[in-house]
């Protein structure tokens, strides 16, 4: 079974640009969560796609806004970048039923604001 | 809101010698799930255990378990026989059961060094 793979890996951009990042979960995953991971601010819970649903929202500005596909491929945009949006960006994918829980992290993608 | 606490920033162990790290938490809810996770130099989040809060028996995974104080909110690590591959930094998170995925609330982390 593939594992979560997120795309680009390494990015670099100048402030006040925008930037996509792309996450796509393991197969008969449908739940994507997004956390930014800092090294003041740690791991921290940006929002969580279900069916193409936000089921929850973490507390990040407006800028931060993302979307899921009807693959459960998942994306999330930074619009207006600042130099505190510097962070490794990772990606989880899960799969609750009832008693069964699993959930994956992809690789990150590691984005730079310059 | 629930957070998470991990008291030692940084750790060090010889090679095949046992570790603990520890962690914390602070919640009102009685149904939550709590995991330990590693992230290696190469920075890929790696589930090591996973606890219950319903199950009093605490889980082992190979060389690591862990010690489960629902009364204390305390879940610590045990990592026996350490390896030079388990230097990474190890993440307590926790997460609310809510009959779906919910959030992980994650402590900042502690970093373990397995010495040679």
């Known amino acids: 079974k593939a594992g979560v793979t997120q795309t680009p890996r390494y990015l670099i951009k100048t402030r006040g640009q925008q930037v996509t990042l792309s996450c796509s979960p393991i197969?008969?995953?449908?739940?994507v969560s997004w956390y930014q991971q800092t090294p003041g601010q740690g791991l921290q819970f940006l929002f969580e796609y279900f069916s193409e649903t936000q089921r929850n929202k973490g507390n990040f500005p407006g800028r931060f806004s993302g979307r899921q596909f009807s693959n459960s491929r998942s994306e999330m945009n930074v619009s207006t970048l600042e130099l505190g949006d510097s962070a490794l960006y990772l990606c989880?994918?899960?799969?609750?039923?009832?008693?069964?829980?699993?959930?994956?992290f992809g690789p990150g993608t590691r984005l730079t604001v310059t | 809101a629930q957070t998470v606490t991990q008291s030692q920033p940084e750790m060090s162990v010889q090679e095949a010698e046992t570790v603990t790290l520890s962690c914390t938490y602070d919640t009102s809810e009685n149904n939550y799930y709590l995991f330990w996770y590693k992230q290696p130099p190469s920075r890929q989040m790696i589930l090591v255990i996973r606890?219950?809060?319903?199950?009093?028996q605490n889980a082992t995974e190979n060389r690591f378990s862990v010690n489960f104080q629902k009364a204390a909110k305390s879940f610590s690590l045990k990592i026996s026989d350490s390896q030079l591959g388990d230097t990474a930094m190890y993440f307590c998170a926790f997460m609310k059961h809510g009959g779906g995925n919910t959030p992980l609330v994650f402590g900042k982390g502690t970093r373990l060094s397995v010495i040679a």
């Open positions: 606890q219950e809060a319903y199950k009093q």
């Open positions: 989880a994918s899960s799969l609750v039923s009832g008693k069964r829980y699993e959930q994956y």
């Open positions: 197969s008969g995953h449908r739940s």
